[in-house]
């Protein structure tokens, strides 16, 4: 009989550590004034700096809204199934919201549900990815915050045609993230009339980065990073061959100049993710409903350079930029 026992200590023991390896989970909480606290399950396809800056001012706007959350962060680690599994255990948790940080991730969450509201932020293009109907009106139960400015891509063309030396612009890019897909169409449009020209480099996960950087190197005069959820989470790697081989490298935000990215024309992630959450706190209290929310641009851009990786790349610095950029050392 005891050692009947033992054994089944021991075996419930191995079932809450087997448990407790499968799904961590991140918790946090707004005290907020309102007697209610809303569960809101946050799905997020990678950690990088940008997307987790839009987590914070997600939080923040909520915070500031004066509401009481109850926050499940879940991480996808870049896996589609995890992505998936993600969004179905939200819906069978029946949280108040969703708040899906990417364009894969609100995907997901859009196809576990068409019943809870979803908010999403860091969506390259909410029509083109099936997540809304319109900008001006989604239509279904889910909106929120674009990371495109219309003009951000146009610009950093138009930049890379005037003054950097050379025609080749090397583009490394997960094929299967449809955000991605369109930026790059973007940029091609955006190079109509001039003589340059994309020398295009798939990857389908950030272990790949590395070496497509390594494959521009005499392929390419200067490299163009976009808001690729893979390639970010890797970039250090572009970064060091960029800065080995005097490719000046141009990214698709602030936040990964800041980590090492010569130049880029954008916007604070922070600042996305704010609005997004303001617009949770908005279908939270019922005031509005996803359909008649419209999805929002970034309000803001500007043209930010990285002083150290100018040098670093090989990039002299041109007086013509002191008066449309802001530096950073």
Request: net charge negative; glycine share 8%; hydrophobic share 40%.
């Amino acid at each position: 009989m005891k050692k009947g026992i033992q054994r089944m200590a021991i075996l419930l023991s191995a079932s809450f550590l087997l448990l407790g390896g499968c799904g961590a989970k991140e918790t946090s909480k707004n005290e907020g004034e309102g007697t209610k606290t809303y569960k809101i399950g946050v799905t997020q396809i990678v950690e990088h700096p940008s997307l987790d800056a839009a987590f914070k001012g997600f939080k923040q706007a909520l915070k500031d809204k004066g509401l009481s959350v109850s926050y499940d962060v879940q991480i996808a680690q870049g896996d589609m199934n995890n992505n998936q599994t993600i969004a179905n255990n939200f819906v069978s948790d029946n949280v108040d919201l969703i708040f899906a940080n990417s364009t894969p991730s609100a995907q997901a969450a859009l196809n576990a549900t068409k019943d809870i509201p979803i908010v999403f932020t860091s969506v390259t293009d909410p029509v083109g990815a099936q997540l809304v109907q319109s900008m001006e009106k989604p239509g279904g139960n889910a909106t929120g915050t674009t990371d495109t400015h219309p003009d951000a891509i146009p610009k950093t063309v138009q930049f890379i045609d005037k003054y950097i030396k050379g025609n080749r612009i090397g583009m490394i890019y997960n094929s299967g993230e449809q955000n991605s897909v369109a930026q790059v169409d973007v940029v091609k449009k955006a190079m109509k009339g001039t003589d340059l020209k994309i020398v295009p480099v798939s990857v389908s996960t950030s272990a790949e980065v590395k070496q497509a950087a390594e494959s521009l190197v005499g392929k390419a005069d200067c490299i163009y990073i976009i808001t690729d959820n893979t390639v970010v989470s890797a970039l250090e790697s572009v970064i060091q061959v960029a800065s080995d081989h005097d490719l000046p490298l141009f990214v698709g935000e602030l936040d990964s100049v800041k980590r090492g990215g010569f130049a880029a024309y954008g916007f604070d992630y922070y600042d996305i993710g704010y609005e997004a959450g303001e617009m949770a706190a908005e279908i939270l209290t019922g005031k509005k409903k996803p359909a008649d929310l419209p999805a929002q641009y970034p309000q803001k851009l500007k043209l930010l350079i990285n002083k150290k990786a100018a040098k670093e790349m090989g990039v002299k610095l041109n007086p013509e930029w002191d008066s449309i950029a802001e530096y950073i050392e």
